[in-house]
């Protein structure tokens, strides 16, 4: 007798391996989109800084890697890491998603700090403000504001692209999500598979993306648009 | 000279070693191909990408909730769900849904990236086309125009300048990203490059050789979105 609880899909969706294993694959996908994030963060602002400092050799470095890297498939820049670099898959990911995404923000911080008027500027520091006073109390809060949507949606391709990394054989969510598909063979089976790790990653990303969309209502609020 | 050159351990030996260069060269017809396919996927699914935008875009600046809702839920799932995962998913429910249909990995890379960006371009048209203002579609509108009307001749002309320098840099990204057609065997240039690659283990020059090619691709575009902004924001 063929009853529901029999179903191919029912039987695997009552298998705690399955369970088990996008479990294990979801945590190290966070692991990689998190250390990607926090240092493409951290290179970003450096690199932006660079770039918008425009000091002759240093404000070229900096233009010079964003143009490139820019240009450059995500893919490639994981595969290069593993390949040419040698590092282990995990790291491999995480190097190749910061080169991207370290040149993307650093693009992101340096499109904030030019929307300030230079006007704004100039009137700090006819004020008596110093060079990071200003930076502080007058160029960085529009600029703040400016970039958080661009920097969170950058986070949410992080979380997105690291899927690549099962070119590589990390076993995070995507490929462990494959393994299990082949395991499971059907093909309803396999659907349902994919379906429930689109769930996971649209979770994660959806909350991350209203997060933003409220934190940037709730900060612009009640700051004028002057000079902006 | 020879002599000098066969003593020198860098070139002999090592990633990049000048034996891997002659072996790349002499097989780089292969990335000539994969080239070619990716311009061919790039291309095509710009074209979709387009199409899928512009109506999707129409349709959640729209005042009628039903399409509203389609274009969202479109939206916010195709952004937020990696790529790879819905070519997965395009490569296995195809066949599933309608057996016995046979589709090239091309036309699921075309499909895979032009519902993926058109999404983000429907973000983009949406944006446009609510930057222009309400006041002016009620003005066409109340000058006999239908709604279709007024969005072909009087606000989407408008908005092309605003869309444009983003659509332009989603086209940066489309061409960038159809190298997630190498993870299904795609043919495409990363596929090429790194099917050659893997087989002798020639990465260091063969990878130096698709990131130009792929930059040469993306470069000008970059460069003609660049050039957009500033007109936009000269205006």
Known sequence: MNTFMDSPVMVMLSDPVLYLGLGQGLLLTLQIAGISIALSFVIGTVLGAMRYSGLPVISHVAATYIEVVRNLPQLLLILVSYFVLGLPAMWAAVIGLTIYTAAIIAEVIRGGLNSVMTGQWEAARSQGFSYLQAMRYIVLPPAVVKMIPPIVSQFVTVIKDSSFAMAIGAYELMFKGTILAAKYWKPEQIITIYLAISLIYFAINFTISQIARRMQTKWSAGRGTIGS | ?235
Not at chain 2, 136 to 162: D, H, K, N, W
Not at chain 2, 215 to 220: A, G, K, S
Request: hydrophobic share 50%; with cysteine; net charge positive.
């Open chain 2, 1 to 235: 000279m020879a002599d000098l050159l066969a003593n020198i351990d860098f070139l002999q030996e090592g990633p990049f070693s000048v034996p891997r260069w002659e072996a790349l060269f002499a097989n780089i017809g292969q990335l000539w191909q994969g080239a070619l396919v990716t311009v061919l996927v790039a291309s095509l699914g710009l074209a979709l990408a387009l199409a899928l935008g512009t109506v999707l875009g129409v349709m959640s600046s729209s005042q009628w909730r039903i399409p509203r809702g389609f274009a969202r839920g479109y939206v916010e799932f195709f952004q937020n769900t990696p790529l790879l995962i819905q070519v997965f998913m395009l490569y296995n429910a195809i066949p599933m849904l309608v057996p016995g249909l046979f589709i090239p990995v091309i036309a699921i890379g075309i499909l895979g990236v032009g519902m993926y960006h058109g999404a983000y371009m429907a973000e983009v048209v949406r944006a446009g086309i609510q930057s222009i203002g309400h006041g002016q579609l009620e003005a066409a509108l109340s000058q006999g125009f239908s709604y279709v009307g007024a969005m072909r001749y009087i606000i989407i002309p408008q908005a092309m300048r605003i869309v444009l320098p983003p659509l332009t840099n989603q086209a940066v990204s489309l061409i960038k990203n159809t190298s997630v057609l190498a993870i299904i065997a795609g043919g495409d240039l990363m596929y090429a490059g790194d099917s050659f690659a893997g087989r002798y283990g020639h990465y260091g020059p063969t990878y130096i050789v698709v990131g130009l090619l792929y930059f040469l691709m993306c470069f000008p575009l970059a460069r003609l979105t660049r050039r957009l902004e500033s007109r936009t924001r000269a205006n």
